[in-house]
């Protein structure tokens, strides 16, 4: 029996069509760009767009194209969602739906949005999937590995109005792996999302969030004293009209010891400027109390 595992990564600019499983072929690989689009369904200009799919690998891949639409349910995975006549998926058509790509080389799937009633104001969101077709000559025994990734798509129409609040940062130090859960609510008509760059001090000698910037790391540059980790801040969307939790785990294992997680980062324009205190206790201690702050203001 052919066994068919799709992936369902989405956001990055380098996706291999190598999945779970195993296989008894190579893989192939293909790069996708660009990952998302976020484009002004008011202008005429950006009604017309392109994905350009390019294999990296020694073997022909055959893909079929076609579109959803999409949520984001309580564990921030993407979702698809039903068609409705104000969807996006609806206005989108598109060329090729099903196509060759001989060994690398790249392929550009063209379309264009054209709305079959006037959108309201707001945002709007489609994914154009690209998926693997099994070969035809696949063997009925062989485990085949297939994939597909996906363009995200958000459409604009009228006014946008990105609105958001971090509700509370908390730090969770009872898991192997320490990690920060964002709480942030979306109250506008469009997604919101967190960037930006936290770093972890030491408590002794945190100057406090007013006093710290963005830190530059290369491997030239040493981090500064007092400072244990540095990184980026990329956390999921969160759609309109929803609160979700999102997790922020941090890549150094932290000795027992007191911390603040010192945050520079930007919620869809908003700043957001704090410093976190929280505690790392004893392997030896047999309780810990997340440490917590809320604020309402970013």
Same mark, same amino acid.
């Given at each position: 029996?052919? $066994?068919?595992?799709?992936?369902?990564?989405?956001?990055?600019?380098?996706?291999?069509? !190598?999945?779970?499983?195993?296989?008894?072929? /190579?893989?192939?690989?293909?790069?996708?760009?660009?990952?998302?689009?976020?484009?002004?369904?008011?202008? /005429?200009?950006? =009604?017309?767009?392109?994905?350009?799919?390019?294999?990296?690998?020694?073997? *022909?891949?055959?893909? /079929?194209?076609?579109?959803?639409?999409?949520?984001?349910?309580?564990?921030? #995975?993407?979702?698809?969602?039903?068609?409705?006549?104000?969807?996006?998926? #609806?206005?989108?058509? $598109?060329?090729?739906?099903?196509? !060759?790509? *001989?060994?690398?080389?790249?392929?550009?799937?063209?379309?264009?949005?054209?709305?079959?009633?006037?959108?309201?104001?707001?945002?709007? =969101?489609?994914?154009?999937?690209? &998926?693997?077709?099994?070969? +035809?000559?696949?063997?009925?025994?062989?485990?085949?590995?297939?994939? =597909?990734?996906?363009?995200?798509?958000?459409?604009?129409?009228?006014?946008?109005?990105?609105?958001?609040?971090?509700? +509370?940062?908390?730090?969770?130090?009872?898991? &192997?792996?320490?990690?920060?859960? $964002?709480?942030?609510?979306? #109250?506008?008509?469009?997604?919101?999302?967190?960037?930006?760059?936290?770093?972890?001090?030491?408590?002794?000698?945190?100057?406090?969030?007013?006093?710290?910037?963005?830190?530059?790391?290369?491997?030239?540059?040493?981090?500064?004293?007092?400072?244990? &980790?540095?990184? =980026?801040?990329?956390? *999921?969307?969160?759609?309109?009209?929803?609160?979700?939790?999102?997790?922020?785990?941090?890549?150094?294992?932290?000795?027992?010891?007191?911390?603040?997680?010192?945050?520079?980062?930007?919620?869809?324009?908003?700043?957001?400027?704090?410093?976190?205190? $929280?505690?790392?206790?004893?392997?030896? !201690? +047999?309780?810990?109390?997340?440490?917590?702050?809320?604020?309402? /203001?970013?």
């Amino acid at each position: 029996m052919l $066994f068919r595992q799709l992936s369902r990564l989405i956001v990055p600019s380098v996706v291999a069509l !190598t999945l779970l499983g195993v296989s008894s072929a /190579k893989a192939i690989e293909i790069t996708v760009t660009p990952p998302r689009m976020e484009l002004d369904m008011n202008s /005429k200009k950006s =009604r017309s767009n392109s994905i350009k799919i390019t294999n990296l690998s020694d073997k *022909p891949a055959e893909i /079929k194209a076609y579109v959803r639409n999409w949520v984001m349910d309580e564990k921030n #995975q993407l979702q698809d969602a039903p068609s409705s006549e104000q969807s996006l998926d #609806q206005s989108i058509v $598109f060329t090729p739906s099903r196509f !060759t790509i *001989p060994p690398r080389s790249t392929q550009t799937v063209r379309f264009a949005i054209r709305p079959k009633v006037k959108p309201t104001g707001g945002e709007y =969101r489609a994914v154009i999937y690209l &998926e693997e077709i099994a070969p +035809s000559n696949a063997s009925p025994e062989m485990l085949q590995t297939l994939g =597909r990734v996906g363009v995200v798509i958000y459409g604009y129409a009228g006014e946008v109005k990105r609105i958001g609040t971090v509700n +509370s940062v908390n730090v969770d130090t009872k898991s &192997e792996v320490i990690k920060a859960i $964002f709480d942030v609510s979306s #109250q506008g008509n469009a997604h919101i999302r967190m960037n930006g760059q936290y770093s972890i001090w030491r408590a002794a000698n945190y100057p406090g969030a007013k006093a710290t910037q963005l830190i530059t790391v290369n491997s030239k540059n040493k981090l500064p004293a007092n400072v244990l &980790e540095v990184g =980026r801040i990329e956390l *999921p969307p969160v759609l309109p009209s929803n609160r979700r939790q999102l997790i922020l785990p941090f890549t150094k294992k932290l000795p027992p010891g007191n911390y603040v997680l010192d945050i520079n980062g930007d919620l869809s324009g908003m700043p957001v400027d704090k410093g976190i205190p $929280f505690t790392v206790p004893n392997t030896n !201690t +047999s309780t810990n109390t997340p440490k917590t702050k809320n604020f309402s /203001k970013n």
